[in-house]
């Protein structure tokens, strides 16, 4: 019998060839003034387009949304024809690709705005470190988004979208986790606003679903949202007592929304002790029990574990970061038994080819 990662999947209209998900990760080879993805990009999508879906690395909506140096944006024209050349590259191997569209709130740095502030949910500095032209570069306190200024972030949401389709794209995914946009919003230590935005869990929560809703009036059902609830980010922007509550929330209410799928990352580290001590071993079952649509879970799977969680019915979808790296014929490589090979971590973000697309195939 087929193993279970293999078999295929009808995500909506679109169907895909097996449940193995390339997993977005920043690369930084967008290394051009103009932050436009290169033929290089589409050389590197297209090496791994065996995956079921390919989502790709988080990329910025709008100017003010940039916070790490090289990474691409998708609201020019340039960075759409750049897009274009990736997903032309990836449908001609009879891929699926959906781009993740990120901003970065307050996880950015006057550096990328000329000197302006970055903007965030409240004026409270998130305390990172964002990597800039100088290097790791600590965050400061941002301005806080004026209530115009969030209706123009849900327009640029809705361009970026719009964008994505003109540059063939699948679908989109909403980067919604680790200390991002939305995450700072969610979270009562870096949104103490006390307008509509702010003080309880669904005020929290509405800018999430409001882009949600104009995401789908672009995309219809080829939207995802990618969440992170038990990430213990450096700073602020960690689990706290309103986390439970708050991701329970919304579960429940993305059942209302028909999206194409939610991707969640599980616990990187040993919960016990924590505030969300009571996921610990029942991460994606909670949340399965909760949603009931279809469901991506990433958490450092392996070929075994992966197989092991969709037969278990407690995700339909197995997202792979790391191993996709070194490994652009993964799907492959489970198929016949391959050994992986090992990722370069010195060349992650170094930019060129090396460690990048320089990896060879097992199998061809």
Same mark, same amino acid.
């Given at each position: 019998?087929?193993?279970? !990662? ?22 930084? %080879? ?18 791994? #387009?065996? #995956? ?27 960075? +759409?024809?750049?897009?274009? !050349? ?14 993740? =569209? ?21 004026? +409270? ?56 946009? =939305? ?27 409001? +882009? !949600?809703? +104009? ?53 990187? =580290?040993? !919960? ?45 979808? =197995? ?9 652009? $014929?993964?799907?492959? %490589? ?9 990722? $370069? ?20």
């Amino acid at each position: 019998m087929k193993q279970a !990662l293999l078999t295929t999947f009808e995500l909506g209209d679109l169907k895909l060839k097996n449940r193995i998900v390339m997993a977005p990760m920043t690369r930084a %080879r967008a290394t051009n003034a103009e932050l436009a993805p290169t033929a290089l990009m589409a050389t590197y999508y297209k090496q791994r #387009a065996s #995956a079921g879906l390919i989502i790709t690395e988080g990329t910025w909506i709008s100017p003010r949304a940039v916070g790490y140096i090289n990474v691409p944006g998708i609201y020019s024209e340039k960075q +759409i024809a750049g897009w274009r !050349l990736v997903t032309e590259a990836v449908h001609s191997r009879d891929g699926k690709i959906f781009l993740q =569209i990120a901003h970065s709130g307050a996880a950015s740095h006057p550096d990328f705005f000329g000197g302006e502030l970055p903007l965030g949910p409240s004026a +409270i500095n998130p305390q990172l470190q964002v990597f800039a032209a100088g290097g790791f570069t600590e965050t400061v306190t941002p301005a806080a988004f004026t209530i115009e200024e969030i209706k123009q972030t849900v327009q640029d949401y809705m361009q970026a979208a719009q964008n994505a389709k003109a540059a063939g794209f699948d679908g989109v995914e909403l980067h919604a986790q680790i200390f991002t946009l =939305i995450p700072q919003f969610l979270s009562s230590a870096t949104n103490h606003r006390t307008d509509e935005y702010g003080g309880s869990i669904e005020n929290r929560a509405r800018l999430l679903f409001e +882009i !949600l809703d +104009i995401l789908k009036t672009v995309c219809g059902k080829h939207v995802g949202v990618k969440f992170t609830p038990t990430a213990f980010n450096p700073g602020l922007l960690k689990p706290n007592e309103f986390t439970i509550d708050t991701y329970d929330y919304i579960m429940k209410k993305l059942n209302d929304y028909d999206l194409g799928y939610v991707h969640l990352v599980g616990p990187a =580290i040993d !919960l016990k002790g924590t505030v969300v001590e009571s996921l610990q071993d029942n991460f994606f079952e909670h949340y399965r029990n909760i949603y009931k649509g279809t469901l991506m879970a990433s958490l450092g799977f392996t070929q075994q574990t992966g197989n092991a969680i969709i037969e278990d019915r407690q995700a339909d979808l =197995i997202s792979f970061g790391v191993p996709f790296i070194a490994n652009p $014929d993964l799907p492959e %490589r489970f198929e016949h038994a391959i050994p992986l090979a090992e990722a $370069d971590t010195n060349s992650y973000y170094m930019g060129g080819e090396k460690g990048y697309t320089d990896y060879p195939p097992a199998t061809s």
